[in-house]
């Protein structure tokens, strides 16, 4: 004969039982809850790139006169990353060292550096500075108009293959995090 047990443990298993499948669903859920937690409320200033991602800015012609003296047309360079520079009348300390950090950047590159090409954008008429000792791989061009430059001329601006702008980075560049950029976009693209 079986014994029965008596009322009272049977409810405290139910309660006991009904605690447990709380917890369950208590740990299921939680990684759900805190995702939308940190999704909606964790601050989101913290990003990945340094520069400045720029929307739908293309570059536009841009025909000039090279350092050599010869007629220049920016389609010769099509299929390669640009950055780009535009300077005033004369290339003067800030100018250089930005010219320094896009070349330290370039460099960091290392054998992805042919994909991405340094140009310095100065006004028609304007005195070419011999910077080839420095900076044998600048490309230099005098151009009139210049080209529309979505955040102004004190910025350093990337360019895509495709003739799209993509990033924008202040004049006096950190230059590991402009490296960075630099290698995550030629890792991440096949293009160029």
């Not at 799209?164 to 960075?180: E, R, Y």
Request: charged share 20%; glycine share 4%.
């Amino acid at each position: 004969m079986a014994v029965s047990q008596p009322p009272a443990d049977r409810a405290g298993t139910t309660a006991r039982t009904k605690r447990l499948i709380a917890l369950i669903v208590a740990i299921a859920l939680a990684p759900v809850v805190l995702s939308y937690l940190a999704y909606y409320l964790w601050p989101r200033d913290a990003r990945v790139n340094y520069g400045e991602l720029l929307a739908h800015a293309q570059l536009g012609t841009l025909h000039g006169t090279a350092a050599d003296g010869t007629p220049f047309d920016a389609e010769a360079l099509s299929g390669r990353w640009l950055v780009i520079q535009e300077a005033t009348l004369a290339c003067e300390r800030a100018c250089r060292d930005a010219l320094f950090a896009t070349r330290q950047a370039r460099t960091i590159q290392n054998a992805e550096r042919e994909r991405v090409v340094r140009m310095l954008v100065l006004p028609a008429g304007a005195p070419i500075p011999d910077l080839r000792a420095e900076h044998p791989d600048l490309v230099v061009v005098r151009a009139d108009p210049l080209p529309a430059l979505p955040r102004g001329a004190d910025r350093l601006y990337l360019v895509d293959p495709l003739r799209n702008f993509v990033l924008a980075w202040p004049l006096q560049p950190d230059i590991k995090a402009l490296a960075k950029d630099l290698t995550r976009l030629l890792r991440a693209s096949s293009i160029g």
